[in-house]
């Protein structure tokens, strides 16, 4: 997605609608809720000196379930960042662009989020690459990084097929392997806002990215299966802790005692692009 739209999508009017249309919805709260267990966990190993960096943090709604917390933003919209000033008055939020390296010290931080696949409005595999590698060097030697990542199959289309990673070991005719990298999808909502060609690399294909500066990396289902997310650290280790806490909550979730608030009728699919594109194709 080109800078010039994601300014002028991410306006004043977006911002000031964004958390309830798409944090605290009904679409997204199982979502949501599962992300603030798997930030608590990760913010909670650190200790209590914790610093913690969200890049792309829009309208700061992640920060500020954290008051208690030494915290900074990044986004590039000053429209999401004037949302997020008044939930997270007094802590640095700073506006710019994630690709640009400078903006943000090397080595500073313990815990780097990047959430709601922000990382697919990078306009190329390559910026995707700069991003992790900039989130890598912006991190501390044992720091850890959390990015919900968007499963075409599951998030986009909702079928059970998935689009091959490995489309062939060996190609016929001119031979060689084939990997299918990524996928490009637009959402053009009703009132005409457009996120056009956002990228997405296949899980497989960001878990290698990854791999080029981290350690350890893992990938992580939550939310009733329905979503995904990559868990990075500098150093090796295992996210032992966050699988624990998820499978005590998909528990929870089974019989019936999880703190999503009970006025709010269940969830039957935790995705609103999901229910669109049914929507437009019964049409
Ligand atoms: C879908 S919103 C997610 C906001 C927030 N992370 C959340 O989960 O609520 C995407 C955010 O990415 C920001 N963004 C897009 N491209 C960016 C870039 N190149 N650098 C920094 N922020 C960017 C947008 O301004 C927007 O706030």
């Not at 968007?150 to 031979?175: I, R, W």
Request: aromatic residues 12%; proline residues 5%; contains cysteine.
């Amino acid at each position: 997605m080109k800078i010039e739209q994601v300014l002028e999508t991410y306006d004043e009017a977006y911002a000031e609608a964004y958390n309830q249309k798409f944090l605290t919805d009904i679409h997204s709260q199982t979502k949501t809720a599962s992300e603030l267990q798997i930030l608590t966990e990760l913010l909670r190993e650190k200790g209590s000196t914790v610093r913690w960096l969200d890049v792309a943090c829009g309208t700061g709604y992640y920060l500020s379930c954290f008051p208690e917390v030494q915290r900074a933003g990044l986004d590039i919209s000053q429209a999401m960042l004037n949302i997020a000033k008044i939930k997270n008055p007094n802590i640095p939020l700073i506006q710019g662009n994630f690709r640009d390296k400078s903006l943000i010290n090397k080595g500073e931080w313990d815990v780097i989020s990047s959430m709601w696949w922000a990382y697919s409005f990078a306009e190329s595999i390559s910026e995707i690459e700069l991003l992790i590698e900039n989130i890598s060097d912006w991190l501390t030697d044992d720091g850890v990084c959390f990015m919900p990542i968007c499963e075409p199959s599951k998030n986009l289309y909702s079928d059970p097929t998935k689009v091959p990673y490995v489309a062939f070991e060996d190609a016929p005719a001119y031979g060689g392997k084939i990997l299918v990298t990524g996928v490009m999808w637009s959402w053009i909502q009703p009132n005409g806002k457009r996120h056009d060609n956002m990228l997405v690399p296949q899980i497989e294909y960001m878990i290698e990215l990854f791999k080029k500066h981290f350690q350890t990396v893992e990938s992580i289902e939550y939310a009733k299966g329905f979503y995904w997310g990559i868990l990075a650290a500098k150093n090796a280790r295992q996210f032992e802790s966050i699988r624990t806490q998820l499978m005590k909550e998909s528990q929870s979730i089974a019989d019936g005692s999880d703190r999503i608030p009970t006025d709010i009728p269940p969830v039957d699919t935790a995705n609103f692009l999901q229910r669109l594109i049914r929507k437009l194709f019964r049409r």
